[in-house]
């Protein structure tokens, strides 16, 4: 028995002897087998790749505006090590933040974080000053946090853009005068409590109950069901003090549907206050660093004064006012505030992409695999076809959407009463196609990077878990596309009755003669600002036609106008993608008409056309209604690969033209061999 137990001692000493030496190598031995090769080796794409435009230009022409307040906030957040700082490729320096922390832990940073940049001032005017120029500059402001962390942005977010903006937009003078200050400089810290676990998108159908009680001059605010809990709510697990909630409003047996109401969760030393009941919705596939939460209301009562009382009021007496008589128009005048939220999703996703497609490309331009010869250097990337065509038609997308999100923050700050009403349209749009566009491209950088785009500290892969969650909240994608269509069926049918053309949404094409499509497609047509609106308005003003046809269809066999729109749901899906890419080819096509400058016209020119053929070679409704011939559609995709051919010299300059700073990219972006040598392991 002993000499068995020996034996087996002595067996495990060697194995300890053999690992040890497998770990503890001597430095010498470890660096000299270790030569590089001829085509193993990492050189600048600078060095190789000139700018023939002025990325500054470009830069501006995509950021729209506050581009030197853009970059005030990266260097601030850069230089403090709340942010995380690591020093990689000799010393390169990068910020991301530590997605190896618990939740907790990224919750707790988020606060120091936003404690950080409140005392640095960045907050300053953004619920207090209402001026064109205030919004802009807080829009700018938190697209760049969104490119360091989205629980960053996203905690900051709800915090200013749903409670802040509820009260600014739902209350009155009142409500701004109690409320917006101490919001700034976060003495409360403010939730928003729409969404329940029983209803999401469809905000009508929320069960949490208000009643009002005229003998005390309070609203009762009661959660009646499980389904009734407030669900999702950024801020409620931890450390909001105050909520929005969205409750259906009773008086005197009346139901007087969806209202706004301020309620207190916690006091001010953080504890949860009575008939307030908050759960933690747990560990996410992103966004960790938002202390998601779920609220059940007990027969909570608030101040008459608490309801956010804009669009309508309860006088003392329990009586309901309101300027506005029919119930359907009082509830889009109540929610039309809330676009500002998808505004915002907008803008991330876009810079999100941005982020991701410089990555991949300065890596596609310093990384090489396999040999044309069997002597010669491997090749880079970027200069296979098939790797341009993965990349390319993505950088001309993000260029285009850039567009689109300042279009649509135009829109936003004029706040007319049309402006507000085509924001509604727009924003459902956009939203909905920038953030299923950003899922698209962080996929397809991730495998462009094939393994390291796996690694955390590259970005790419975590930024598809972070920012996943933009397809559903503030509207899933798909409801938001189907609320395009309706509009825009609306629309038709008013000017229909009215007989009068088209004005607005920038369906005015629809008065004009129904353009011709060329049969015989040449280069030179295909890449004609012409032909590309003519074919993308033909195809949206046939489809608009189409789609009403088929409603008006389903209505006369007996269906209702509700179940005929559902029943026409794929009619639609096309017809709302076709008005968001119209609407993103016109004003792609202005900014490009505004450029004086004429090596930057020239590949503005380029990714325009790039955007308008990959968006005709990714949609069958072109081929599938006739506005192209089978022959058509190979001219097309021949017309992608030329693109692509003639847009590779430009890729560097485009993605520079980003203005995403070097530390918040990712060490596969530049020398990645040095990044991951023996050396850096310490670094890691």
């Not at 003078?173 to 998108?201: P, Q, V």
């Not at 505030?337 to 941005?354: N, Q």
């Amino acid at each position: 028995m002993g000499s068995l137990f020996n034996s087996g001692v002595d067996r495990a000493a060697r194995r300890a002897t053999i690992l040890a030496n497998h770990l503890i190598q001597p430095e010498l031995a470890a660096t000299s087998l270790l030569s590089a090769s001829n085509c193993l080796h990492y050189n600048a794409p600078e060095l190789t790749n000139p700018a023939s435009f002025n990325t500054i230009h470009l830069r501006q022409i995509l950021d729209g505006h506050h581009v030197e307040t853009r970059d005030w906030l990266f260097k601030l957040m850069e230089e403090s090590p709340l942010f995380c700082p690591k020093r990689r490729c000799e010393g390169k320096v990068f910020v991301t933040p530590d997605y190896n922390a618990t939740k907790e832990q990224q919750r707790e940073m988020t606060m120091r974080r936003i404690e950080f940049l409140l005392n640095n001032g960045v907050f300053e005017g953004w619920l207090t000053d209402f001026s064109a120029e205030a919004t802009l500059r807080k829009f700018g402001l938190l697209e760049s946090l969104g490119v360091y962390d989205h629980s960053l942005a996203i905690k900051v977010g709800v915090h200013f853009i749903l409670w802040g903006s509820a009260i600014k937009f739902f209350g009155t003078k009142n409500h701004h005068d109690r409320w917006l200050s101490d919001t700034e400089k976060y003495k409360i810290r403010g939730c928003f409590a729409m969404t329940e676990l029983g209803h999401g998108s469809n905000v009508r159908g929320i069960e949490t109950i208000a009643t009002y009680d005229s003998s005390t001059r309070e609203f009762i605010i009661n959660t009646p069901s499980e389904s009734a809990q407030k669900y999702w709510i950024g801020g409620a697990a931890n450390h909001a003090t105050h909520t929005v909630v969205f409750a259906q409003l009773h008086i005197n047996g009346r139901h007087e549907g969806v209202h706004a109401f301020i309620a207190q969760i916690r006091d001010s030393n953080g504890n949860i206050c009575p008939n307030i009941r908050i759960a933690d919705c747990g560990h996410k596939i992103g966004l960790n660093g938002v202390d998601n939460g779920r609220i059940w209301f007990d027969n909570v009562r608030v101040p008459r004064e608490n309801l956010l009382n804009s669009v309508a009021d309860v006088l003392p007496d329990g009586q309901y006012v309101s300027s506005i008589k029919d119930p359907d128009q009082r509830f889009a005048a109540f929610l039309s505030p809330l676009t500002v939220g998808r505004l915002t999703i907008t803008a991330e996703a876009v810079y999100i992409s941005k982020v991701a497609l410089a990555i991949a490309t300065r890596y596609a331009l310093t990384r090489r695999a396999f040999s044309v010869t069997p002597s010669g250097p491997e090749v880079l990337l970027l200069d296979y076809p098939s790797h341009q065509r993965r990349l390319i038609p993505l950088l001309a997308k993000v260029c285009a959407q850039s567009c689109s999100t300042n279009f649509l923050k135009t829109l936003y700050i004029q706040s007319t009463p049309e402006a507000n009403k085509a924001m509604h349209i727009y924003s459902s749009a956009l939203k909905a196609t920038a953030s299923w566009q950003n899922m698209i491209t962080l996929q397809e950088c991730r495998e462009a990077c094939g393994g390291q785009g796996l690694k955390t500290e590259n970005r790419i892969g975590i930024l598809k878990g972070e920012y996943d969650v933009q397809c559903t909240f503030e509207g899933d994608n798909k409801v938001l596309m189907q609320q395009v269509s309706k509009a825009l069926l609306s629309e038709y049918l008013a000017v229909q009755k009215k007989k009068k053309p088209f004005k607005g949404l920038g369906l005015e094409h629809m008065n004009g003669p129904l353009p011709v499509i060329p049969a015989d497609l040449t280069s030179s047509t295909l890449r004609s600002s012409k032909f590309q609106t003519d074919l993308f308005c033909l195809r949206e003003r046939d489809l608009l036609k189409q789609f009403v046809e088929e409603v008006s269809y389903y209505q006369a066999q007996g269906e209702s106008k509700e179940k005929a729109f559902l029943l026409s749901y794929q009619l639609a899906e096309e017809l709302a993608r076709a008005f968001t890419e119209r609407t993103t080819l016109q004003v792609f096509l202005e900014a490009e008409m505004n450029v004086l400058q004429a090596p930057l016209k020239e590949v503005m020119g380029l990714l325009r056309s790039m955007y308008a053929m990959t968006c005709i070679d990714e949609v069958a409704s072109f081929f599938r209604y006739g506005y192209l011939s089978v022959d058509n559609g190979a001219a097309v995709r021949k017309e992608v690969v030329a693109l692509c051919t003639d847009l590779r010299p430009h890729a560097l300059a485009i993605v520079s033209s980003f203005g995403i700073p070097d530390s918040y990219l990712s060490p596969i972006a530049f020398d990645w061999i040095e990044a991951n040598s023996w050396s850096n392991l310490s670094s890691e």
